[in-house]
């Protein structure tokens, strides 16, 4: 049976004030040609919440030792677990982000639900994550773990997953450091605080406006032949996708902003530290992100190449450097030992000032790739799949791309009222041009 309650970790208050700059959920959507079967997929999600028991459970707000209390069985038998839907292809893309992606898991519920949407072309399954408990990388493990147990039900009806009862929290990669680096680490973690604010004055794309209805999605999938000829760049320059879609993004926000040198072309992105660890995984479902500064200071480039090479130079350097380490490790010198009503204001506190002063970098996920078979169901075989990043609160923006047999799909969530969505799909037309042309 799981505990009633589970003691909230280091990286969940720290989603928690992030919840101050964007909607704290990650979506995977997949799509087949076939059917599913809906009672077969809400019971494979229920008991995912018994199995994931965090998933199972509603925060509970302390300034001292905050938890994840454990919801009873019939507030996890709700309906609302898996909505269904029936549209026309037309309409698709409309009902997903109006009915689903938009729509906020309820506080009182549990952190994880699911839609699945019936077309003519066959159905599509969503799946949504509380981003307090889980990154891209946890949701795409949960996510698999609901398609292994559908798959196992309906093989056998009684089947039920081992509840996973690992460790969650961030001191699996803290105890890995080895003591004598502390000081090494200290010195990266004030570097890389430097990068972060010097030159002060930082290129942006901000929402102008206050945060009104709910969020819109722009969502923009590349096929394989053209997602092949932009990998074909990267080969050319021994550069990997990430930096590729870095080199495209930067580029693109200097286009659609009209940069001047003067500002610096910097961004803040997230990495799996889940990298330091063997086999790259962590038992417990958690949120293992930290965060890395890509400064280029002014220094573009004439040229896509030419600021590819500059990025993959850049990023290479942070990765001998223990990439996403030092902010981590140094946030936690700073705020590890105060109590989470403390470390929520030390969080959010600088990032709301620089939005307010509209100095705050545009934000970058990198969310990885799906698998395809570990997203398959008895017959059906998902013929797209992606990770749709988190909506970013006005006047932030945040950016993300997953992968998906051979093609990339680009998300950003923005709310209409401060940022209008012709401007997020000029952004990513400009970030097309830079890496087909």
């Not at 087949?32 to 009672?39: A, I, M, Q, S």
Request: proline letters at 7%; aromatic letters at 8%.
């Amino acid at each position: 049976m799981a505990a009633s309650r589970i003691p909230a970790v280091f990286f969940d208050v720290y989603m928690e004030a992030f919840s101050r700059i964007i909607v704290p959920e990650i979506h995977l959507v997949c799509r087949y040609l076939g059917r599913l079967n809906p009672e077969l997929l809400r019971k494979a999600l229920r008991l995912a919440l018994d199995a994931e028991p965090v998933a199972g459970c509603r925060y509970v707000r302390r300034f001292i030792a905050p938890y994840w209390e454990r919801l009873r069985p019939q507030e996890l038998d709700t309906d609302q677990l898996v909505m269904e839907d029936k549209v026309s292809e037309s309409r698709f893309e409309e009902r997903l982000v109006r009915e689903f992606l938009s729509r906020k898991l309820p506080e009182t519920g549990p952190r994880a639900a699911a839609m699945l949407i019936s077309a003519p072309g066959g159905d599509t399954l969503v799946l949504k994550v509380d981003h307090r408990i889980a990154d891209a990388a946890a949701v795409k493990a949960f996510s698999y773990g609901v398609c292994n147990t559908y798959r196992k039900l309906s093989r056998d009806p009684g089947f039920v997953p081992a509840p996973n009862k690992g460790p969650r929290g961030v001191d699996q990669i803290l105890s890995r450091i080895p003591r004598k680096s502390g000081p090494k680490m200290l010195a990266l973690a004030l570097e890389e605080a430097r990068s972060t604010a010097k030159p002060f004055a930082t290129l942006t794309f901000s929402g102008q406006g206050r945060e009104e209805g709910r969020p819109s999605f722009a969502l923009r999938t590349w096929d394989r032949e053209w997602t092949a000829r932009a990998l074909e760049k990267a080969r050319m320059h021994e550069a990997t996708v990430n930096d590729l879609m870095l080199a495209a993004y930067l580029r693109a926000l200097t286009q659609e902003t009209g940069w001047k040198p003067g500002r610096a072309l910097r961004i803040m992105g997230t990495v799996d530290v889940r990298r330091y660890l063997p086999g790259h995984a962590l038992p417990g479902m958690a949120n293992l992100s930290s965060m890395y500064c890509l400064n280029l200071e002014y220094i573009l480039g004439d040229d896509f190449s030419q600021t590819l090479v500059r990025v993959k130079t850049l990023m290479d350097k942070a990765k001998e450097n223990f990439l996403g380490l030092p902010l981590m490790v140094g946030g936690m010198m700073l705020i590890g030992l105060l109590p989470a009503g403390l470390k929520m204001p030390a969080v959010a506190g600088p990032l709301l000032v620089g939005g307010k002063k509209d100095n705050f970098p545009p934000g970058y996920t990198n969310l990885g790739v799906l698998e395809p078979d570990r997203l398959s169901f008895e017959g059906e075989r998902p013929v797209q799949a992606f990770c749709v990043t988190p909506a970013a609160r006005p006047p932030f923006f945040v950016l993300g791309f997953s992968g998906f047999s051979g093609t990339l799909t680009v998300s950003a969530g923005t709310f209409s009222s401060a940022m209008p969505a012709g401007r997020v799909e000029s952004l990513v037309d400009r970030m097309g041009q830079e890496l087909f042309h």
